[in-house]
């Protein structure tokens, strides 16, 4: 299943490369199939996996953006030691950019002092990012939050 969904994202154009992206009910059966992988693959795969379909939604589809952000930040919040030590050992900074979109969502749904005090370490790893794309604003909103 897990290479299935590889093959199935690779074949899709990253949103940047078109406005197209991916059409709802194709975006809904692969969200279901990687979801449908948390009792086979480690967390990091499948963030790993949710990261690409992000990337695969078209700049103008906003359904698919919420359901985006409001799945992968449940399922973020309900797993939030997996989610600290992703962001802290294994995220990347364009996906860490990319994260920032709903990180005061996780923060408002795990309440997670830790969550809020790792967010804010790996913007210091990549603080040329962070600055150009706002982040550290965002990071201050989940520390107000609190």
Same mark, same amino acid.
């Given at each position: 299943?897990?290479?299935?969904?590889?093959?199935?994202?690779?074949?899709?154009?990253?949103?940047?490369?078109?406005?197209?992206?991916?059409?709802?009910?194709?975006?809904?059966? =692969? &969200?279901?199939? @990687? $979801?449908?992988?948390? +009792?086979?693959?480690?967390?990091?795969? *499948?963030?790993?996996?949710? %990261?690409?379909?992000?990337?695969?939604?078209?700049?103008?589809?906003?359904?698919?953006?919420?359901?985006?952000?409001?799945?992968?930040?449940?399922?973020?919040?309900?797993?939030? =030691? &997996?989610?600290? @030590? $992703?962001?802290?050992? +294994?995220?990347?900074?364009?996906?860490? *950019?990319?994260?920032?979109? %709903?990180?005061?969502?996780?923060?408002?749904?795990?309440?997670?002092?830790?969550?809020?005090?790792?967010?804010?370490?790996?913007?210091?790893?990549?603080?040329?990012?962070?600055?150009?794309?706002?982040?550290?604003?965002?990071?201050? +909103?989940?520390?107000?939050?609190?």
């Amino acid at each position: 299943m897990l290479e299935e969904i590889k093959q199935e994202l690779d074949k899709i154009k990253d949103c940047w490369e078109t406005q197209d992206g991916i059409s709802d009910s194709d975006y809904s059966k =692969l &969200e279901k199939k @990687i $979801f449908d992988l948390k +009792d086979e693959e480690s967390f990091s795969t *499948i963030m790993t996996l949710l %990261i690409s379909l992000r990337k695969k939604i078209g700049l103008e589809n906003d359904w698919q953006t919420e359901q985006w952000w409001e799945n992968v930040s449940d399922f973020m919040s309900e797993q939030i =030691l &997996e989610t600290i @030590i $992703f962001i802290c050992s +294994d995220c990347l900074a364009d996906d860490f *950019i990319l994260l920032s979109e %709903i990180f005061e969502d996780i923060t408002q749904k795990s309440k997670s002092k830790d969550f809020v005090r790792c967010i804010e370490e790996t913007s210091k790893k990549y603080s040329a990012e962070c600055e150009e794309n706002n982040v550290f604003s965002v990071i201050q +909103d989940c520390k107000n939050f609190l």
